[in-house]
């Protein structure tokens, strides 16, 4: 356990110091986010692919630069091969725009009659709200296609610096722990070692679980919607696993997106309900059963920080740092348990239940101390 010099400042100079240095830490995120955030993948995607590139090195005797470049390039088709999958799902969803509008079109129309009929508001005037709308749309839609191309590089120019700097943490994998190492004090070392082991084997094995959880929902929700006839059936499942292992707010945002395409594709309002109960039994089935058993407890946080983990990465980082808000948090724990002046920030993120020693006292007035569990 590290131990750092416990100074004695007033309450209100520790509460100063701490606000003015997460106030200095966010800015910097915010200020370095194309750095920082593929860096950060990398550091995750780095974890999950050492045993491989430890494998290709030891027992195939491949080089260190041979390894890494091997365990990356399969990494690299794995991403290749979602997208493509994905990818062909969304052309296939392009090609039947001209029906998905007629359909629209056609939902509209007796949404219409219904407002037309329940809130008296007659169609000409709701067609004029349309037609507003539709010239706003027109007149931004340059600005929008032109968006979505900047969006679509800025992708892939993010896919290839998490791709580089992850090929580049497995290479230089030992000068990274060295360094960590030798800017603390000798006597600190085992500790070192020991955050970045357990660091290590947590991360990988949520990593992997949230594979497992994602590839586990995807099949199971593309089976059910391809037997109840739903069109875009796999698509509707991806969108389902990927959003899914974003928590609380990933099930909202597939919800809408499946009842949406749904929707639009077909006239049935019954398979409308239904892909809306499919999602909704299986985000339960998934964060009480397929949650705890595949990606485990490994991440002790409890909800309340998971949640405002989430909010605050997307805030910070957008997408990517909801995705990143959990490991993030999690290596924090790690750290902050295993210094003492930080143990409280370490029990304000766990999940874990903590033993009190209640104190009785007894006719003879002599204290005995019971274990009480909050």
């Not at 950060?40 to 999950?48: A, D, K, P, Q």
């Not at 050492?50 to 088709?77: C, D, I, N, Q, Y």
């Not at 969304?90 to 629209?104: G, N, R």
């Not at 002790?300 to 920080?305: E, L, P, V």
Request: some cysteine; glycine content about 4%.
């Amino acid at each position: 356990m590290l131990k750092s010099e416990n100074t004695a400042y007033p309450l209100y100079v520790k509460l100063t110091m701490i606000l003015i240095s997460i106030i200095a830490i966010t800015y910097i995120s915010v200020i370095i986010k194309e750095v920082l955030s593929p860096l950060l993948f990398g550091l995750l995607f780095s974890i999950l692919l050492l045993p491989a590139a430890g494998f290709f090195e030891t027992k195939l005797k491949f080089s260190r630069s041979g390894a890494s470049a091997v365990s990356v390039l399969l990494l690299l088709l794995s991403i290749v091969a979602v997208m493509l999958l994905l990818g062909s799902q969304i052309t296939k969803l392009a090609q039947d725009l001209p029906l998905l509008q007629e359909q629209v079109n056609t939902s509209l129309h007796g949404i219409q009659k219904w407002i037309s009929t329940k809130m008296h508001i007659n169609i000409d005037k709701q067609m004029a709200y349309i037609q507003t709308a539709t010239t706003n749309i027109k007149a931004v839609s340059p600005s929008v296609i032109g968006s979505t191309f900047l969006s679509l590089s800025s992708i892939l120019l993010f896919l290839v610096f998490v791709i580089l700097d992850t090929f580049f943490m497995l290479l230089y994998r030992r000068r990274l722990l060295k360094f960590l190492v030798d800017i603390f004090d000798k006597e600190y070392t085992a500790t070192v070692y020991d955050i970045v082991s357990t660091s290590q084997n947590i991360i990988r094995k949520y990593v992997v679980g949230l594979f497992l959880q994602m590839s586990t929902v995807a099949a199971v929700c593309c089976t059910v919607f391809l037997m109840l006839g739903i069109k875009y059936a796999i698509l509707l499942g991806l969108i389902t696993a990927i959003f899914n292992i974003v928590p609380y707010i990933g099930i909202f945002s597939a919800l809408l997106l499946n009842v949406l395409i749904t929707f639009a594709t077909t006239a049935v309002a019954g398979k409308v309900i239904l892909v809306i109960i499919t999602v909704v039994v299986m985000h339960l089935v998934d964060s009480n059963i397929l949650l705890p058993v595949i990606v485990g407890s490994k991440v002790k946080i409890n909800a309340f920080i998971t949640l405002l983990g989430v909010v605050l990465g997307e805030m910070i980082w957008g997408i990517s740092g909801m995705f990143l808000s959990i490991p993030v948090i999690a290596i924090l724990k790690i750290i902050f348990d295993r210094i003492e002046t930080l143990q409280p920030w370490g029990h304000l993120l766990g999940d874990e239940k903590f033993v009190k020693k209640k104190i009785i006292v007894t006719a003879e007035n002599k204290p005995l101390e019971e274990d009480t569990v909050l």
